[in-house]
C-alpha cells in the first residue's frame, strides 16, 4: 500500500488552537488538539517509532553547555520533530543527578502536561504551576507563561527553558523574562523570528543550530512533502490605473 502525505505539519493560524482545524500526519482531521501536538508531522508518533542516528541531540546538549558556560543565554533552533522536548529533559535528568533544577516555562497546558510526562519518564521529580495542580518541594518546575505572568511568579532554580520562545517577546511575557534575567536561560524554537519579523536577539544571545528539515527527512524521522500552490499570474505587463 502507497501512503502519500500532503503536509508535514499543517496549523491554521488563525484559530490555531481549535482542534477541528488541525489534521494529523494521515490527513484526518482531529477533535484533540493533545493528540495533533503529539502525531504532528512525526512519523514516529503516526506509525511505529523510527530508530536512527539521533546524535544531534547530544550535539545540541553540548552546544547549549557551552554557550551557558560562556556566560550567555543561547536560542536552540531545530525543526519540528527534531525532540527539543527530549533534550531538555534530558537536561533536566543529568541535572537533577548534580542536584540542579531546570524551569520550564511553556505556552499551552498540552505543552505543559507534555513536559510534565517526559520528566516523569526521565525519573525527575518536579512540580506543575498552573491552574489545577497543588505545588510542591521539588526544586525543578514545569510552569505555564499566562500562570507566572497572571501571579507575579519568579522561580528559584539554575536554568530556565523557554518553549516556543518567540512568544516571549510579548510584552506581558517580556516582563516575565526579565524578571528572571538573573537565571540563565535557554530559548528552544523551530522558527526564530516571528510573523511581525521581531527575532530572539531581544531575549537570546546566540544560536545552536539543530538539523535542519531536510536532515531528518534524509534520516527517515519526517516523511517527505509536496507543497501545492495555485499559478500567479504574470501581470508585469499589465498597466495599473488607480482611480477612485
Known sequence: MKVQVVVNVSTVY?????????VDIDMRPTQSLHDWIQRRGRVQRAWPAVQGDRS???????????????KRNPAGVSPCGS???WVACRIAQRAHSKGKSIGFVTVRRVL???????????????GVIMPGYTDNH??????????????????DVDCLFLDEAPIFLGNEFLEVVKR???????????????????????IADSIVMGPTIQDLISKGFLV??????????????????ASG
Open 14 to 22: 488563525i484559530g490555531a488552537d481549535y482542534p477541528a482545524l488541525h
Open 180 to 202: 528572571h534575567a538573573h537565571i540563565p536561560r535557554v530559548m528552544l524554537t523551530a522558527a526564530p523570528v516571528r510573523a511581525d519579523g521581531m527575532g530572539l536577539g531581544r
Open 83 to 85: 525532540g527539543k522536548s
Open 224 to 241: 517527505p512533502t509536496r507543497i501545492f500552490t495555485r499559478d500567479v499570474p504574470d501581470t508585469s505587463s499589465l498597466d495599473v490605473n
Open 138 to 155: 521539588h526544586r525543578t518546575k514545569v510552569a505555564s507563561i499566562h500562570t507566572l505572568a497572571s501571579r507575579g511568579i519568579t522561580l
Open 112 to 126: 505543559t502536561h507534555d513536559i510534565s510526562s517526559r520528566l516523569t519518564a526521565f525519573g525527575v521529580p518536579h
Open 56 to 70: 544531534y541531540q547530544e550535539d545540541l546538549i553540548a552546544g547549549f553547555a557551552a554557550q551557558l558556560a560562556a
